[in-house]
């Protein structure tokens, strides 16, 4: 990816392992309501976190950033492209896109949503509309789920920022709304559908990014979707799966809504909730 020609992003905040921060641009608001079970590229931590807002009262550190200047600069051009995009995207419905805020931590951070860990993964918070990502997660997708590239990264930010449209188009809130209505099984369908809609949503992203594009990068992408499978990691980790407990969705399905967004670049197609078969 020629993430290098973008432009960097002013909505990023650096923040030290106790949830303080040097920020670039920031905020935060509010408490959480939802909790299920979720792996890695959760989306909405509520599914798994307790409550409490953010305190940004102690001292601020200064070497969080410095060893991963390149990274942090990385990501700023990746959330800058995708503030270009969905920006273009609102206009031409005659909306106006709201930019997120991402908050890079090391360690563990505080959110709207509550505190978490790195092995959270990165996650978005919709009650103060940031994404969290600690960057050693990029570590872990290349070593150990054998997604390695820097368009499999760009993708991670892109399926989170996928999060923040549904948020703002009040899809997450409807799908919260049902998922308390209905039975566990029921509600981690809800939170599959959220998921693929949110991979198709990455790929409208990377359909409007093909200037940045170099071979190669499509690929890593899909890898990086077809890593982070349910089926994938549950049974990368205990031997076996659970279709019921699913909460993202099978690899195939993520490939499948990710390539979706990313031939047609049309939002319109990502309906999850409508569809005939995920």
């Given at each position: 990816?020629?993430?290098?020609?973008?432009?960097?992003?002013?909505?990023?905040?650096?923040?030290?392992?106790?949830?303080?921060?040097?920020?670039?641009?920031?905020?935060?608001?509010?408490?959480?309501?939802?909790?299920?079970?979720?792996?890695?590229?959760?989306?909405?931590?509520?599914?798994?976190?307790?409550?409490?807002?953010?305190?940004?009262?102690?001292?601020?550190?200064?070497?969080?950033?410095?060893?991963?200047?390149?990274?942090?600069?990385?990501?700023?051009?990746?959330?800058?492209?995708?503030?270009?995009?969905?920006?273009?995207?609102?206009?031409?419905?005659?909306?106006?896109?709201?930019?997120?805020?991402?908050?890079?931590?090391?360690?563990?951070?505080?959110?709207?949503?509550?505190?978490?860990?790195?092995?959270?993964?990165?996650?978005?918070?919709?009650?103060?509309?940031?994404?969290?990502?600690?960057?050693?997660?990029?570590?872990?997708?290349?070593?150990?789920?054998?997604?390695?590239?820097?368009?499999?990264?760009?993708?991670?930010?892109?399926h989170e920022?996928?999060?923040?449209?549904?948020?703002?188009?009040?899809?997450?809130?409807?799908?919260?709304?049902?998922?308390?209505?209905?039975?566990?099984?029921?509600?981690?369908?809800?939170?599959?559908?959220?998921?693929?809609?949110?991979?198709?949503?990455?790929?409208?992203?990377?359909?409007?990014?093909?200037?940045?594009?170099?071979?190669?990068?499509?690929?890593?992408?899909?890898?990086?979707?077809?890593?982070?499978?349910?089926?994938?990691?549950?049974?990368?980790?205990?031997?076996?799966?659970?279709?019921?407990?699913?909460?993202?969705?099978?690899?195939?399905?993520?490939?499948?809504?990710?390539?979706?967004?990313?031939q047609t670049?049309?939002?319109?197609?990502?309906?999850?909730?409508?569809?005939?078969?995920?």
């Amino acid at each position: 990816m020629r993430w290098q020609l973008g432009r960097r992003s002013q909505n990023v905040e650096v923040r030290g392992g106790g949830g303080v921060s040097r920020p670039v641009a920031g905020g935060g608001l509010g408490v959480i309501i939802l909790a299920l079970v979720v792996m890695l590229l959760g989306g909405d931590p509520s599914i798994l976190l307790g409550s409490g807002p953010p305190d940004h009262s102690a001292p601020v550190p200064t070497d969080v950033a410095a060893a991963n200047d390149e990274q942090v600069d990385f990501v700023s051009a990746v959330l800058g492209t995708t503030e270009d995009v969905w920006g273009d995207l609102f206009q031409a419905q005659g909306g106006r896109y709201v930019e997120p805020t991402l908050v890079i931590f090391s360690g563990a951070v505080d959110s709207a949503c509550g505190r978490a860990g790195a092995s959270v993964g990165p996650f978005y918070c919709p009650l103060d509309q940031q994404v969290y990502i600690d960057l050693s997660f990029y570590e872990d997708l290349q070593y150990r789920l054998g997604a390695s590239g820097d368009f499999a990264q760009a993708y991670v930010v892109a399926h989170e920022v996928g999060h923040h449209v549904q948020n703002l188009l009040g899809i997450s809130g409807q799908v919260q709304t049902l998922q308390r209505r209905v039975n566990r099984t029921q509600a981690n369908q809800l939170s599959v559908m959220l998921e693929l809609q949110a991979d198709c949503f990455a790929g409208v992203w990377a359909h409007n990014v093909q200037s940045y594009l170099e071979d190669g990068d499509v690929e890593e992408a899909l890898n990086a979707a077809a890593s982070i499978g349910d089926d994938r990691l549950q049974r990368q980790a205990q031997g076996y799966i659970v279709p019921e407990s699913f909460t993202h969705s099978t690899s195939e399905q993520r490939v499948r809504w990710l390539r979706l967004g990313m031939q047609t670049g049309d939002v319109n197609q990502c309906n999850t909730f409508e569809a005939a078969s995920l």
